[in-house]
Nanobody, 131 residues
Framework: QVQLVESGGGLVQPGGSLRLSCTAS????????LGWFRQAPGKEREGVSC????????YYADSVKGRFTISRDDANSTGYLQMNNLNADDTAVYYC????????????????????????WGQGTRVTVSS
């Protein structure tokens, strides 16, 4: 079965760090872009970060630039989101997603792929930032 599974969420104090993982099974991530989204209570789903396939270009929402780092390990079919200097506004359920984004030469996007572009989604992992 095609699956994405997030892990690494939990309770962390303001200023702390967490690393989220997203592991794929049933398919190879080699030709898939990976995205991270989050949804906070009472708010709409927000794109957080994206990393493309092949050339591994990265994109970040303004709200997390300088604090979050996206990466991937295709050999282990896993993507990561390192989150540093967390604050209460980062509290949300975080979702990973994957989509085939094609050869780098043919890409025209200059920002993150929208949620509608993704074919596969994980179940989410909850991050709570609180003292």
């Amino acid at each position: 079965q095609v699956q994405l599974v997030e892990s690494g969420g939990g309770l962390v104090q303001p200023g702390g760090s967490l690393r989220l993982s997203c592991t794929a099974s049933g398919f190879s991530l080699d030709y898939y872009a990976l995205g991270w989204f989050r949804q906070a209570p009472g708010k709409e789903r927000e794109g957080v970060s994206c990393i493309t396939s092949i050339d591994h270009k990265t994109y970040y929402a303004d709200s997390v630039k300088g604090r979050f780092t996206i990466s991937r390990d295709d050999a282990n079919s896993t993507g990561y989101l390192q989150m540093n200097n967390l604050n209460a506004d980062d509290t949300a359920v975080y979702y990973c997603a994957a989509t085939i984004d094609g050869p780098p030469l043919y890409r025209t996007m200059s920002t993150m792929y929208p949620a509608s572009a993704y074919d596969y989604w994980g179940q989410g992992t909850r991050v709570t930032v609180s003292s």
